[in-house]
């Protein structure tokens, strides 16, 4: 994988550093984990448009929703489903695969991942 170089300026070392680190941290033999901010962390972020490069994604912890760096704002990409495990479970049949929903019980996604297979999404 081919980690991004940023365009480089006096406040970019760190960032830059940072970010690929995170980047490598993310790498599973399962596939690739978004880097999670808080929704405060995500607005010191998007202050460094246009230097962050547009479509970044990242994951809001506070929110619990999947946001991109746009051209000139962070956007919401993607809010899951809130429900709770017994109804997790009544949906699954009707759901593709690859549906994902917010568990309330527990405060973790889970996606489905085959015919009644509902499996909980953890971080690295």
Not at 29 to 44: C, F, M, S, V, Y
């Amino acid at each position: 994988m081919n980690l991004p170089t940023l365009v480089q300026n006096d406040n970019q070392d760190n960032y830059n550093e940072e970010l690929n680190q995170t980047l490598r941290d993310g790498l599973s033999d399962n596939g690739w984990t978004i880097p999670a901010q808080t929704t405060l962390k995500i607005a010191e972020i998007a202050a460094l448009i246009p230097a962050m490069p547009a479509g970044t994604l990242l994951y809001d912890t506070t929110t619990d929703e999947l946001k991109f760096i746009g051209a000139s704002a962070v956007k919401t990409v993607w809010t899951p489903r809130n429900l709770t495990t017994a109804n997790i479970v009544i949906a699954e049949p009707a759901a593709a695969l690859g549906t994902i929903w917010f568990d309330t019980n527990i405060s973790k996604l889970k996606v489905k991942t085959a015919a009644g297979v509902i499996e909980t999404i953890t971080s690295v």
